[in-house]
Nanobody, 127 residues
Framework: VQLQASGGGLVQAGGSLRLSCAAS????????IAWFRQVPGKEREGVSC????????YYADSVKGRFTISRDNAKKTAYLQMNSLKPEDTAVYYC?????????????????????WGQGTLVTVSS
C-alpha cells in the first residue's frame, strides 16, 4: 500500500491549489482517504475525509467552504481542491488511507488509525 501526495507549492493568499493523492498496491475503493496537515512544532490537524466511494465527506471547521475533497477510484487518486487560501493554511499536507467496509465517514474520521500515509507535500501561502 503506497500513497504519493503531490500538488503543493507557493501561492498568494486568495489563490487555489489542488493536491493529489495517488494510490498503488491496493484497491482504493475500499479505503477512506483523509488529508492532514502539519506545521513544524504544532500538532497534526485532520483537514478532510472522504468515504470509500465518495458518498460522504468531512471537513474541519477551519477549511469548510473553501476546500473540497474528491476521489476517482478508477484512477486510484484522491484530490483536495483548496480555494481562498490563507496564510494560516501553510503546512505540509499528507494524505492517508484506512480500510473501510462502508461508504460513510463521521466527524471523527480523522481519529481513525490510518495505516498508510503519503510522504507529504508543502503548501505555502504568502500574504
Amino acid at each position: 500500500v503506497q500513497l504519493q501526495a503531490s500538488g503543493g507549492g507557493l501561492v498568494q493568499a486568495g489563490g487555489s491549489l489542488r493536491l493529489s493523492c495517488a494510490a498503488s498496491g491496493f484497491t482504493l475503493e475500499t479505503y477512506v482517504i483523509a488529508w492532514f496537515r502539519q506545521v513544524p512544532g504544532k500538532e497534526r490537524e485532520g483537514v478532510s475525509c472522504i468515504s470509500s466511494r465518495g458518498g460522504s465527506t468531512y471537513y474541519a471547521d477551519s477549511v469548510k467552504g473553501r476546500f473540497t475533497i474528491s476521489r476517482d477510484n478508477a484512477k486510484k487518486t484522491a484530490y483536495l481542491q483548496m480555494n481562498s487560501l490563507k496564510p494560516e493554511d501553510t503546512a505540509v499536507y499528507y494524505c492517508a488511507a484506512d480500510y473501510s467496509r462502508t461508504d460513510y465517514v463521521s466527524s471523527i474520521c480523522v481519529l481513525a488509525p490510518f495505516g498508510s500515509w503519503g510522504q507529504g507535500t508543502l503548501v505555502t501561502v504568502s500574504s
